[in-house]
Structure formats: structure tokens, C-alpha cells
């Protein structure tokens, strides 16, 4: 004779916004109620930026894909640095050094954006080490109020999901957060006339209106795209 299992709950659950979670709320609200956003939407093919990382691992290297997307967002910063900046007390300051906010998804949803800092004077490898450093110590709950806070611009990062185009929520005082999506692959025929297979990655990029407009936040996107067909940052 089998065991009865036990009933499934069928009725609604209820969860009590505190903590982390209620912090974050107040901050995704003080954003969208402060700042003028508006989200950017392009697309990069992807086979320059995948050949450099596939030269990169036979040569012993442990950058990701991940990371050399990072290194390319933070060369096209210093070209375009109105989009590495904070805007406060009807103030904008530009940073000279990209302090890079990563987006990290912890456990419970909760979700933190730590300054990865100076990222600007580090090569691919050496972007991929911080990186992973940073992520264990949010993932250990040992990120220091200064990381949590110092970010001049933020990535959040999509791409193992379906998720295309998002409409990420800067965050603020800063004045852009670029967003990573999924990757695309499409049937293209080259000049010859054969098919080959390509892959695009999705980008986009929310601005604070306030602090730039849409050209030059086009422009910035642009060069990022140029910047990775290239195969990224030198």
C-alpha cells in the first residue's frame, strides 16, 4: 500500500517586503520616480569577439566571453564619458576611472550591483580575475559598504537567459546602466552568395535624459557594437 502524500498547498502565499528586498523596492522606486529614462536597443554580431576568446583559452588565458564584453563596455566608456557619470544635487560629475557596477543575483531574489574599481587599467585577464573575486565575495556576503556604493556605471548581464531586449532601471545617481541579452543565431549568405551561421548579441542601454541625450547615448551604443565586431578592447 503506497504513501499518502501530503496535500499541496493551494491558497496564495503571502511575503513580507523587508530587509534587502525592501531596500531594493525603495531604490527601483526612487529611480523611476527621480530620473528620466529612456532605453537604447542595438545588436552586434559576434564572430570577431568569439574568435578573440577562442585565441585567447588556447593561449592559456581565462577570460570569458563575459569578460571581454565587459573590457570592450569599458574601453567604449572612456571614449564616451558622459555615459560614466553620476548626476546629484543638480550636478553632474564625470569620472575619470570606471568604476564598473556588476548586476548579481543572490539567493531569495535579492539582487546587489558591486563597483568592480578602476576596471579601466585592466586588461581582459585581468578584468575576469576581479570579476570572479567580486562575485565570491557577494556570493559569501562580505561585499564592504564602499563596493556596494561606489559604482560610476552599471552592467547587468542577461545573456544565459531567452531574454533578448530589457529595459534595465539605472542605478541611480548614475546616468547609465548597459544591459547584456541573449544571443541570436541567424542563417546569412556572405558575398559568394554561401550561407553561413552568425551570431548577435542584444544590447541595451538605459540613460538619464537629464544628463544626456539621445544621440550621444546612440553614439556610445554604436561604438560599443563597432567595438566588439572589432573583437573588443585591445
Do not use: W
Given at each position: 500500500?503506497?504513501?499518502?502524500?501530503?496535500?499541496?498547498?493551494?491558497?496564495?502565499?503571502?511575503?513580507?517586503?523587508?530587509?534587502?528586498?525592501?531596500?531594493?523596492?525603495?531604490?527601483?522606486?526612487?529611480?523611476?520616480?527621480?530620473?528620466?529614462?529612456?532605453?537604447?536597443h542595438?545588436?552586434?554580431e559576434?564572430?570577431?569577439?568569439?574568435?578573440?576568446?577562442?585565441?585567447?583559452?588556447?593561449?592559456?588565458?581565462?577570460?570569458?566571453?563575459?569578460?571581454?564584453?565587459?573590457?570592450?563596455?569599458?574601453?567604449?566608456?572612456?571614449?564616451?564619458?558622459?555615459?560614466n557619470?553620476?548626476?546629484e544635487?543638480?550636478?553632474?560629475t564625470?569620472?575619470?576611472?570606471v568604476?564598473?557596477?556588476?548586476?548579481?543575483?543572490?539567493?531569495?531574489?535579492?539582487?546587489?550591483?558591486?563597483?568592480?574599481?578602476?576596471?579601466?587599467?585592466?586588461?581582459?585577464?585581468?578584468?575576469?580575475?576581479a570579476?570572479?573575486?567580486?562575485?565570491?565575495?557577494?556570493?559569501?556576503?562580505?561585499?564592504?559598504?564602499?563596493?556596494?556604493?561606489?559604482?560610476?556605471?552599471?552592467?547587468?548581464?542577461?545573456?544565459?537567459?531567452?531574454?533578448r531586449?530589457?529595459?534595465?532601471?539605472?542605478?541611480?545617481p548614475?546616468?547609465?546602466?548597459?544591459?547584456i541579452?541573449?544571443?541570436?543565431?541567424?542563417l546569412?549568405?556572405?558575398?559568394a552568395?554561401?550561407?553561413?551561421?552568425?551570431?548577435?548579441?542584444?544590447?541595451?542601454?538605459?540613460?538619464?535624459?537629464?544628463?544626456?541625450?539621445?544621440?550621444?547615448?546612440?553614439?556610445?551604443?554604436?561604438?560599443?557594437?563597432?567595438?566588439?565586431e572589432?573583437?573588443?578592447?585591445?
Amino acid at each position: 500500500m503506497g504513501q499518502m502524500q501530503a496535500p499541496v498547498a493551494t491558497g496564495p502565499v503571502t511575503l513580507p517586503l523587508k530587509g534587502m528586498r525592501k531596500m531594493i523596492a525603495a531604490k527601483m522606486s526612487e529611480s523611476l520616480q527621480t530620473a528620466a529614462q529612456l532605453t537604447h536597443h542595438a545588436e552586434c554580431e559576434l564572430g570577431a569577439l568569439q574568435a578573440r576568446r577562442a585565441a585567447l583559452k588556447a593561449a592559456g588565458a581565462q577570460a570569458s566571453l563575459q569578460d571581454l564584453l565587459l573590457h570592450a563596455v569599458v574601453a567604449t566608456l572612456k571614449a564616451h564619458p558622459a555615459l560614466n557619470a553620476t548626476l546629484e544635487d543638480n550636478q553632474i560629475t564625470r569620472h575619470p576611472a570606471v568604476h564598473l557596477g556588476l548586476a548579481i543575483p543572490l539567493p531569495d531574489d535579492l539582487l546587489v550591483a558591486p563597483a568592480l574599481f578602476d576596471a579601466d587599467r585592466l586588461d581582459a585577464e585581468g578584468l575576469a580575475e576581479a570579476r570572479r573575486a567580486l562575485l565570491a565575495k557577494a556570493q559569501a556576503g562580505k561585499l564592504s559598504v564602499r563596493e556596494l556604493t561606489g559604482a560610476t556605471v552599471t552592467v547587468s548581464n542577461l545573456g544565459l537567459s531567452r531574454v533578448r531586449f530589457f529595459t534595465p532601471i539605472l542605478n541611480v545617481p548614475q546616468v547609465a546602466i548597459i544591459g547584456i541579452g541573449g544571443v541570436q543565431r541567424r542563417l546569412e549568405r556572405d558575398a559568394a552568395g554561401e550561407l553561413l551561421e552568425r551570431e548577435y548579441l542584444a544590447l541595451s542601454l538605459t540613460f538619464d535624459h537629464r544628463a544626456v541625450n539621445g544621440a550621444p547615448a546612440a553614439d556610445f551604443l554604436d561604438a560599443l557594437c563597432a567595438c566588439i565586431e572589432a573583437g573588443g578592447a585591445p
